[in-house]
């Protein structure tokens, strides 16, 4: 199982899409972020900047695959929504289904 309980962002909701189908479950108060690769703070000789950025296209490109192949939307979809930082509610994340279920109320625990 893949529980969502706070927050996936980012990699985290590559993660947790990545969970096994039927497995992946939300907190009904969870929320998912999805957006593309970022690069934070790069600094370097231009030819070190141009190497990352390739590598962060391909990167890209991967988890826009993995996001697609986990949720049934098309590449198109994935590449529009990652555009900009994505927020999903536990709802929305199951709409996108990025997860699969979400606890609705508490199971009491056997002793």
Same mark, same amino acid.
């Given at each position: 199982?893949?529980?969502?309980?706070? +927050?996936? +962002?980012?990699?985290?909701?590559?993660?947790?899409?990545?969970?096994?189908?039927?497995?992946?479950?939300?907190?009904?108060?969870?929320?998912? +972020? #999805?957006?593309?690769?970022?690069?934070?703070?790069?600094?370097?000789?231009?030819?070190?900047?141009?190497?990352?950025?390739?590598? +962060?296209?391909?990167?890209?490109?991967?988890?826009?695959?993995?996001?697609?192949?986990?949720?049934? /939307?098309?590449?198109?979809?994935?590449? /529009?929504?990652?555009?900009?930082?994505?927020?999903?509610?536990?709802?929305?994340?199951?709409?996108?289904?990025?997860?699969?279920? #979400? #606890?609705? /109320?508490?199971?009491?625990?056997?002793?």
């Amino acid at each position: 199982s893949t529980i969502c309980v706070g +927050m996936a +962002m980012s990699m985290g909701a590559v993660l947790l899409a990545g969970g096994t189908a039927g497995k992946r479950t939300a907190l009904p108060n969870a929320k998912v +972020m #999805i957006h593309q690769p970022w690069i934070g703070g790069l600094q370097g000789q231009t030819t070190d900047i141009e190497i990352h950025a390739k590598e +962060m296209l391909k990167t890209r490109d991967t988890l826009y695959k993995i996001l697609a192949e986990h949720t049934g /939307k098309s590449i198109e979809q994935i590449t /529009k929504d990652c555009d900009r930082d994505y927020f999903l509610s536990a709802q929305e994340a199951k709409e996108y289904r990025i997860v699969d279920n #979400i #606890i609705d /109320k508490r199971i009491p625990i056997k002793k």
